[in-house]
């Protein structure tokens, strides 16, 4: 590592440190890592496109991009022309693109994969933690911070977190003001069984969260025009939680639709483009209020699609994908090796980087913890 | 020791049911009750009480369906040679198609004469899922929750078959396109992970070679059938499961019915919606070896399963779906309803995530505690609030004749909070007592 870079991340790690404890800290010193899952499976391979690879257009002879359907950002590598903004800021240096992503004996059931990413278990392991559980119980709550994390729009809880965290789940901010205003404390009836328990606990989440929200974040202004897509909505409200003085570590929202088996090109192009111009209109406003150096957006997939396409015009399930990470303490650029595209398992990608490599650069460099469960994996430089 | 054990087994359901467990019981499979309900069971021993819903859900019966169902179907024309405005006005007439379609299903559900057959019908739409919004055609949706309410609780085999060849599954699971030359796994895959085997009980070859037996089946648009294309369907040597040879789609069903854990899976799915959530293994092993020993009869399988000590035991423990939330309160409240509430309750189970022909995906709906999350949970008790405050009026609550705390408990789920305090029969109260979460449970 550069001497430069130990000390700005040293300082990093001084700052964060205090900031969970420091309930009254700058509101500079807020962080928010924003989770974006890509539901169904991106195929990141008509993303993130390996444009001198002759099996890219053997394989696919009726969904490869043309060169004038990409934008070129390396020598061997383009994004889809739909990704307009992110083409920007990976050429302005706060994009990373992380090359395949995944994990042993890979399985491909959606529902059985995104547990193992979630969870960052192995292929045949059950575990009931997602990856970033144990950080954010570090996380005390307060009247600031509500819950240890929050979901928005139609994002599920699924395996990311476990029980005995806060997770608070909102559609926008102004419903959920209108809509948990009428509830009251209610601490009856407590250990009656299991069922019981989980309800009065969601209950006692609202009643906090409704105060903390009314009074922190009801009247954060937005400048920028979003576009009217769940997405951009979701990009918004999140927006304005990182404007107010709400002190969330967490946030994740999903988008959904990648599971592309038939007629994928104008399905797929379209969840990017949209993807792409909640990024654009988010960063854009991040950067107007400085405020995108405290913001991490990473994105992640149950798996990425088979290589080869099939008779639908479509992609069946696949393995190993690459993701993105944006922001502005990113340091842009490619890390990890793309997979190779002649050497394949029964027409899959094999994996190049441990999704536990991403989550211990996570833990090491964003929240400054270098003991994490994962740090015996590798550490990437985006950070 | 044969006869001893039957006498005794006769003893203890010879008696009639309680009110807690009557509530119970039709809480599990009922969508809740009526005061009426409650007083027919309560004449009734379990035995007696389970042979009537099983007796009900066979009837063929249903309310007179919507009018002109396949006219707006997808079969007119294709819909990329419609102008925009064409497109616009299409969808908006199969939307409000779709509404008459699900308004006509949850009226069945809230009438107690169907009730059971129509949360059999809602298990195997969660089961065998298909969405709306992907096939998008409400004949087609119409067509298959036909399906499953007429072998709701038939011959799990014969609806396996028929699922498989159901229109809106070809369209749902991209089945329509898969052909010899480059197959599709969609339907292959979740017929194994998610219908019949569960997730780890076969190999990524055995899709493979399913999805290849699989090909060749396309939808005829015009007359609304099955057909099989000869010329993309695969007739080459398959193996499956480790029996080969010419295998077509039948023949890869009936290898999956061979297989043990078919009916394992089927059972812990049927236990963890009328049960726990936490499975019994013994007893999972117990009531799939009287499914198969049935030759898959559904009924003999519910009969022993909600017969069970198990199903008696884990009362008040589970979580409310948002149609059996809305539905209790429909039905213990005694909601006069018109064509406008459907609309609005079609709305808000949608807002709670159960919207009727939408599951949020090929899985369905998980249940348990994924129902409730802080959103979730104050639509709940937002529907519960306007639901009161709009359709009860004072001699509906005099209708009631609910008098006392003790009276209200025994009526509804409800908390300890006012032992002490004289019961006002109140709109208000009703609201305070039925938005506590306690009122979620089932």
Known sequence: MKRREFIKISAILSAMILLPIDVKAKKNNKKTLILVELNGGNDALNSVIPFNESNYYNLRPSLALKKDEINIIEKDFGLNKNLSNITKLYKSGSAAIVHGLGYDSPNLSHFRSIEIVETASQSKEYLKNGWISSELRKYDLNEKRPANAMLIGKSKKAYLFSNDLSVLKIKSIEEFIRSSSNINDNKIDYNINRSLNFLNKQEDILVKANKAISKYASNVDIKTIFNQTDISNDFKEALKVIKSDLDIPLIKISQKGYDTHANQMSKHNILLKEFDDAIGSFVNELKEEDLYKDVLIVTYSEFGRRVKENGSLGTDHGTASSHFVLGGEVKGGMYGKAPSLNNLDKNNLIYTTHYRTYYNTILTKWFGNKNNQFNSYDILNFL | ?442
Not at chain 2, 119 to 141: A, D, I, Q
């Open chain 2, 1 to 442: 020791m044969r006869i001893p054990l039957i006498l005794f087994l006769s003893l203890i359901t010879a008696f009639s049911l309680s009110i807690d467990e009557s509530k119970h019981l039709l809480n599990r499979t009922s969508f809740g009750y009526t005061k009426e309900d409650l007083q027919r069971f309560s004449n009734l021993n379990k035995d007696e009480a389970i042979s009537f819903l099983i007796n009900q859900a066979k009837v063929k019966e249903v309310i007179k369906e919507p009018d002109n169902i396949k006219e707006l179907s997808i079969f007119h024309g294709k819909f990329k040679n419609l102008s925009n405005q064409e497109k616009k006005e299409l969808r908006k007439k199969r939307n409000k198609k779709m509404q008459d379609i699900k308004t006509w299903w949850h009226k069945m559900i809230f009438n107690s004469e169907y009730s059971f057959r129509e949360k059999m019908t809602l298990f195997w739409h969660n089961h065998f899922t298909s969405e709306y919004k992907v096939v998008k055609s409400p004949f087609l949706m119409y067509e298959q929750n036909k399906l499953f309410r007429e072998n709701a609780l038939g011959d799990f085999s014969d609806l396996l078959h028929k699922s498989s060849q159901d229109l809106a599954m070809l369209f749902y699971l991209d089945n329509n396109t898969n052909k010899k030359s480059h197959p599709n796994e969609n339907y292959a895959r979740e017929l194994l992970e998610l219908f019949t085997l569960g997730e780890g009980n076969y190999t990524e070859d055995d899709i493979k070679e399913a999805a290849r037996a699989f090909t060749g089946y396309r939808v005829n648009r015009q007359k609304a059938i099955l057909k099989k294309v000869k010329k993309e369907h695969d007739y080459g040597h398959k193996t499956f499961m480790e029996q080969s040879g010419n295998l077509d789609a039948e023949d890869i069903i009936n290898i999956i019915l061979t297989n043990r854990q078919t009916s394992k899976f089927i059972t812990t799915k049927l236990y963890k919606e009328f049960i726990s959530q936490d499975i019994d293994n013994v007893e999972i092993n117990r009531l799939s070896q009287i499914f198969l020993d049935s030759k898959y009869d559904i009924s003999v399988l519910m009969k022993h399963l909600l017969l069970s000590n198990n199903f008696w035991d884990n009362r008040a423990n589970m979580i409310k779906s948002p149609i059996e939330m809305i539905s209790s309160m429909v039905k213990q409240l005694d909601l006069k309803l018109n064509e406008k509430d459907y609309k609005f309750i079609s709305r808000y189970s949608k807002k709670l995530g159960q919207e009727l022909f939408n599951p949020p995906n090929v899985k369905g709906w998980i249940g348990g505690e994924s129902w409730i999350d802080t959103t979730s949970l104050s639509t709940r008790s937002k529907f519960i609030e306007i639901a009161i405050k709009r359709r009860i009026n004072k001699k509906i609550i005099k209708n009631y004749n609910i008098n006392t705390y003790d009276e209200f408990k025994n009526y509804f789920y409800a908390t300890n909070i006012g032992d002490k305090e004289i019961f006002m029969n109140k709109k208000d109260v009703y609201i305070t007592l039925l938005t506590k979460p306690i009122y979620q449970l089932k």
